[in-house]
């Protein structure tokens, strides 16, 4: 029997992250809370701002590198580090009698 190819569309939309001004919409929501807490805690506009902007460019250049980042880096703390056998550095172990 012969195997004939199936053919599915796959729309751009389903597969693009979802951004606001191109940074990942939570990483953008974090700068802008952020942002406001800086403002209420300093009573300073300009301080509110300037921790919004420059949040804002850190989560832009984290959205660039990696738009799944915040989601891999809060999923990290679920799994456990493996071992990996081929790393292996063996050590000595020296023996020492006790004097008693």
Not at 37 to 54: D, E
């Amino acid at each position: 029997m012969e195997s004939i190819p199936t053919f599915r569309p796959v729309f751009k939309s389903v597969n693009k992250p979802l951004t606001i001004w191109g940074v990942e919409r939570r990483l953008f929501f974090v700068a802008l809370i952020m942002g406001a807490a800086t403002f209420t805690s300093f009573s300073s506009l300009v301080s509110g701002v300037v921790m919004f902007v420059a949040l804002f460019f850190c989560a832009q250049r984290a959205t660039k590198t990696d738009p799944q980042i915040l989601r891999i880096v809060l999923n990290s703390s679920r799994f456990r580090n493996q071992y990996d056998p081929a790393k292996f550095a063996g050590y000595e172990v020296e023996w020492r009698q006790q004097r008693g």
